[in-house]
């Protein structure tokens, strides 16, 4: 094996270790390897998997960083023995806040009432117990009361790189999102 394929097999291997997105400094770090390689060996690393349509796997940008995941195709086979208990199926009053609070972030309970038309206390707390959404400041308003937002635990779940990748509201939809005041 080259120099460079030896490279490549351990950043694969280090990949194929890691439980949580690894970022390109993390990667480099434990690979002993410049950032700059560690970015020509990912593409290489993701061009090899894809261009080979009998790989189970792909290497995802999610969360800030890189993981090996099994391909998305594949998942509703494997997902029975290998899904995580925590991650069995939101329900539809669950969906809806969460993705109010995704288009809306950052957003205060109330202001997410107002929105969906019903408390929400309760499933922004289901939500913080599948660590898909956080405290993520106060509104300077009276009260100061708590804005929420999305967490990277929701970024995996929805195997988004980052929150940009939200897909585009329709535009009747995206009205309903806006805050009133």
């Known amino acids: 094996m080259s120099e460079h394929n030896i490279e490549k097999a351990l950043l694969e291997a ?7 997105p690894a970022g390109i400094p993390a990667l480099a770090k434990v690979s002993d390897l410049s950032q700059e390689l560690v970015k020509v060996l990912l593409e290489q690393i993701a061009a090899d998997l894809s261009a080979s349509p009998h790989r189970g796997i792909e290497l995802v940008q999610l969360a800030g960083g890189y993981l090996l995941l099994p391909k ?17 199926r939101l329900s ?5 806040t969460l993705s109010i609070i995704a288009y809306s972030q950052p957003i205060t309970r109330g202001e997410l009432e107002n929105i969906r038309g019903v408390s929400a206390d309760g499933m922004i707390r289901i939500l913080q117990e599948r660590n898909l959404v956080k405290v993520v400041g106060k509104k300077d308003i009276p009260g100061k009361p708590a ?19 939200l897909p585009k ?13």
């Open 14 to 20: 280090i990949l194929f270790l890691e439980t949580e």
């Open 72 to 88: 998305e195709e594949l998942w509703s086979r494997l997902k029975d023995r290998y899904g995580k208990k925590n991650d069995s």
């Open 92 to 96: 539809r009053a669950a969906l809806e």
């Open 147 to 165: 804005q929420y937002g999305t967490t990277r635990e929701f970024l995996k779940f929805f195997r988004l790189a980052s929150i940009a990748d």
């Open 169 to 181: 509201l329709a535009p009747q939809d995206q009205e309903r999102f806006e805050l009133n005041g």
